[in-house]
Nanobody
Framework: QVQLQESGPGLVKPSQTLSLTCTVSGDSITTSLYTWSWIRQPPGKGLEWMGVIVNDVSTYYSPSLKSRTSISRDTSKNQFSLQLNSVTPEDTAVYYC?????WGQGTQVTVSS
């Protein structure tokens, strides 16, 4: 069974960069048929797709977040990561990594000074 686990700081200051890592077990992010996404859910709102990295290392981002978002991978650790620049309190959310079938448990990130 595939398992995903998010990790990273729970508190980020405004204007700084939010960095999260997703560690995958039970599948290889390099050879998997799945794609690997980041999705977030702000308080009181629905799920928001942020972006995806696919096997050929191509990345695709939500148009609304594209200018501030970067997704990369570390194949030696079977991890993929999210960077969100210039965060504001509106970026406060639970952040999930997923291959659309399996999901991490989510990690709360709060943007506050």
């Amino acid at each position: 069974q595939v398992q995903l686990q998010e990790s990273g700081p729970g508190l980020v200051k405004p204007s700084q960069t939010l960095s999260l890592t997703c560690t995958v077990s039970g599948d290889s992010i390099t050879t998997s048929l799945y794609t690997w996404s980041w999705i977030r859910q702000p308080p009181g709102k629905g799920l928001e797709w942020m972006g995806v990295i696919v096997n050929d290392v191509s990345t695709y981002y939500s148009p609304s977040l594209k200018s501030r978002t970067s997704i990369s991978r570390d194949t030696s650790k079977n991890q993929f990561s999210l960077q969100l620049n210039s965060v504001t309190p509106e970026d406060t959310a639970v952040y999930y990594c997923t291959n659309r079938v399996y999901w991490g448990q989510g990690t709360q990130v709060t943007v506050s000074s």
